[in-house]
């Protein structure tokens, strides 16, 4: 099997190790605003999603909507945090450097965040200026919108990307899309059975090192 003509990277806990950093700041900025949680209760509740999709998750969890300003409240404190401590995914420089195929990124965040992450860790200049957003498009993912937006502006066919994802919400925003997907469970933020639960969401194979998501990616095509 041929190797993809475009892939499609998510960037929080694909490229960048960031997933655990916006745990912590958000469990702690949840619990001083009157919502109890844990670094790992926060994880699970923001996992994935974006602005309108936590809220519904703190809503269902919590039976009242998030505060006024809250979410730039922890824009703020995660950019601060992200700054001190933010790595690039093991091998993922290596990987990029290797990838003979045309590339983006498209993630639930907002477009200038994603780009500073991918500045702060040196990886903006294998994508730019292909860096695509949540905030471009009617629905962010599990909606197939975002994916189907960077597909377009690169001019490939969904059948011919391959997407590389680590959230249930991102796998299912590309089967909605057409699109092969693979997933990557290499983040900190992984536990034991997150391999199993993104192979039941869609995902065609699942890795945990960069080392073989490349030889997978860089196949002859």
Known sequence: MPGPDLVIFDCDGVLVDSEMIFARV??????EAGFPATTSEALQLGFGKHRDTLNAAIVARYGRPLPDGFIEAVRVRSAMALER????????????????????????G???????????????????????????VAAGKPAPDLFLLAAQQLGVSPAL????????????????????????????????????ALLAAGCAQVFDRMSELSAFLCRAR
């Open 161 to 196: 990307c391959t997407v590389v994802e680590d959230s249930i919400f991102g796998v299912a925003a590309a089967v909605a899309a057409g699109m092969p997907v693979v997933g990557f469970c290499g983040g900190s933020h992984c536990r034991p059975d997150h391999a199993s």
């Open 110 to 136: 907002h477009l200038p965040r994603v780009r500073e992450r991918l500045t702060l860790t040196g990886l903006l200049v294998f994508f730019e200026p292909h860096v695509f957003s949540a905030t471009q």
């Open 85 to 108: 401590e933010l790595k690039p995914m093991p091998g993922v420089t290596e990987l990029l450097a290797a990838l003979p195929t045309a590339r983006c990124v498209a993630s639930n």
């Open 26 to 31: 958000l469990g702690e900025c949840l619990s």
